[in-house]
């Protein structure tokens, strides 16, 4: 019997990252035949991670492999920006990559996301073709590819241009929306941000989690535009929207499920902000109130407020013990009793916003939460914190309509709790809320068939390689997309 084809997938740190690599391993091995290498860069203790990672429930040729654990401590410090330590991290491990490709016996490709590009070198010595699985929007990857370009010709930084910065052939992105990673060219975010970027057009192609329907702008402009003609830009794929399908499942997120069964349709908000995102203490409070004036049943992921970092991200360890209770206004939790459940730090989200019940989602809107909500019909109050949020906000409120963000008082620096009720109440049972849920649902089905398509081109792709007797591992291109 002819060995299957072996392909390594190596995503950076942060479930945000994990997540969307791993369904795509899961689905090369279960639709499309493939043997699949999974590293892990490890950082700190993820119990989220580890639960993820370690379902039992995985096919027999997804191996998980942890990497060995690079030793930062003479490398970071606690003052390392949270970006800074992530990149470090990856390239400390990676120093180790090498032999354990050689080990595999070298597989016949490797997919990298965005943050890992010091593998491409690596794969290049062992003659090992490296394709990109870009994590985020095609707008995003199109300005990313754009960066170095406007890194040369632009004196003085971008936030402070007089228009808002503009990728060849896509939206212009305004100024204050920018991703924080290029809103200070003088950090080191800033410099390992255009690092990464600027190696993109080195793979053999580029894996986006997205479709055409929901992002034509940019996707059109990536294959037609001659800048990135000539940049040149590798092939671009849309293979989304590739979400979690199936999550394992704790006794207690079950008992979530058993709740959400007893609501009626539509009523409850979930209201979680990514794997790592946190609220100052004063919002926390005002959010707090806001949800409870507006009397809708809700699921509340908590996480402790910390007052000047909103973007524990990439290193949120869930070991820390989180007791709601302890910051969450007095009394709250006994006011609210029967219309919403307060979990701390994580929630089964998919779960929950395919179940029935959900009517809306209060999200961060990184990347992944909204592709979840969108697969399942469920419209957005949108509250972006960190990396490309705003950018992405922008979209779904302005472009697609699915979304509404609350804004804050002139001159105040949090959102108030009567916006909060507001923006709730005009979502969960407001006829602006009806029209979104009406425009999510349209989504729905469109990324269903978006993904029936991708996943049947290349299932018939990877037929015509057997068909015509190429050797998978001769040419991994073929059948990946
Ligand atoms: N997630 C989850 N439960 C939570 C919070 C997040 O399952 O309580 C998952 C979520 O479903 C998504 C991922 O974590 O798949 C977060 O990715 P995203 O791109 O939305 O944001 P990031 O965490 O990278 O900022």
């Known amino acids: 019997m002819a060995m299957k084809p072996h392909v390594a997938l190596l995503p950076s740190p942060g479930m945000g990252h994990i997540i969307p690599l791993f369904e795509l391993a899961k689905r090369l091995v279960i639709h499309h035949g493939f043997r699949v290498s999974f590293f892990v860069i490890v950082t700190e203790p993820s119990t989220a991670q580890n639960q993820f990672l370690r379902s039992p429930s995985l096919p027999p040729d997804l191996n998980v492999i942890y990497l060995p654990q690079a030793d930062m401590s003479s490398i970071v410090t606690d003052e390392t920006p949270v970006f800074d330590r992530l990149c470090l991290t990856v390239r400390e491990t990676l120093r180790s990559f090498r032999s354990v490709l050689v080990e595999l016996n070298r597989p016949s490709a490797l997919i990298i996301d965005i943050f890992c590009t ?223 459940l307060v979990l701390p730090s994580w929630a089964p989200q998919v779960a929950v916003l395919r179940h029935r019940s959900t009517g809306g989602f209060l999200s961060h809107c990184g990347w992944n939460s909204l592709l979840e909500s969108i697969v399942h019909g469920v419209p957005i109050i949108a509250w972006p914190l960190y990396a490309e949020q705003k950018m992405n906000t922008r979209m779904l409120v302005e472009e697609v309509g699915v979304a509404v963000l609350p804004v804050a008082e002139p001159g105040k620096r949090v959102i108030g709790r009567k916006e909060i009720e507001r923006v709730v109440r005009l979502l969960m049972e407001g006829d602006e809320g009806k029209v979104m849920r009406r425009r999510a649902r349209e989504l729905q089905e469109s990324a269903r068939k978006a993904l029936n398509y991708a996943l049947s081109f290349s299932v018939q792709l990877s037929m015509e390689a057997t068909a015509s007797n190429l050797s998978p591992s001769q040419n991994p291109k073929d059948l990946l997309i």
């Open 118 to 340: 010091d593998a491409i070198d690596i794969c290049n010595e062992l003659s090992i073709p490296t394709y990109s699985f870009f994590t985020a929007s095609t707008a995003l990857l199109a300005f990313s590819l754009y960066l170095p370009k406007l890194d040369r010709e632009v004196q003085g930084e971008y936030v402070d241009l007089p228009e808002p910065v503009q990728a060849p052939g896509c939206k212009p992105i305004r100024t204050e929306d920018l991703l924080d990673q290029v809103r200070n060219r003088k950090t080191s975010e800033y410099k390992w941000f255009l690092f990464h970027v600027s190696r993109l057009p080195m793979v053999a192609g580029i894996f986006v989690n997205t479709w055409e329907d929901f992002e034509p702008v940019p996707l059109k402009s990536l294959k037609e535009n001659p800048f990135f003609h000539q940049l040149p830009t590798p092939p671009v794929h849309p293979v989304g929207p590739l979400i979690k399908v199936d999550e394992p499942m704790t006794a207690s997120d079950a008992e979530v499920l058993t709740w959400l069964d007893k609501q009626p349709s539509d009523s409850v908000l979930l209201v979680a902000l990514g794997s790592g995102g946190t609220l100052s203490n004063e919002q926390f409070t005002e959010f707090a109130w806001g949800l409870e004036l507006s009397q809708k049943r809700f699921i509340l992921v908590a996480r402790k407020p910390i007052d000047d970092d909103v973007a524990g991200a990439f290193f949120n360890s869930g070991s820390e013990v989180n007791k709601p209770v302890s910051y969450l206004p007095e009394g709250f939790m006994r006011r609210t009793e029967g219309v919403g």
